[in-house]
């Protein structure tokens, strides 16, 4: 089983929340603190559905059940490492490869905790996918509406 969390994640620019207002026609700051939840929000849905980094984050992956050491995938464009440990929250030696990680030896539980980091050029593409999605928020619309914004991704 794998499960992904969250632990610390950025806040938006304040560059990206004027870009929302401009795009969601907010005339004035009296909803600023609605819009700037709202952004969170849709850059923490949009950068999971896309498995990019649009917020720089603090996540911790817990795979457990494994029957192999076969190596891990890191999700969000990781970073650094900062502890990988096994269940009883011993540290466990490993190899880093681009987006993966394989322990030097089995066991049934890892525990990773790593950052990561916005590409650039990665983040500009999806950011206009950001904004569809939380105006959609703001304006109410349904499950069915936020997926279609999702899938283009």
Known sequence: MIRLT????????????????????VPDSSRDALLKLLLTRAMKTVQEAADKSLLP????????EREDNAAIRLYQTPDTIESVKDGKGEAIDYVRKGNSLLPRSFTETVVVTYTTRPDPAQ????????????????????SEELAQILSQC
């Open 57 to 64: 984050s603090t996540l911790t992956l817990t795979v457990t």
């Open 123 to 142: 983040a500009d593409s999806l950011f206009a996918v950001v904004l569809q999605y939380a105006t959609a928020l703001y304006d109410g619309a349904s």
């Open 6 to 25: 969250i632990d610390r994640c950025a806040e938006p620019q304040v560059s990206q929340l004027a870009m929302l207002k401009q795009y969601a026609s």
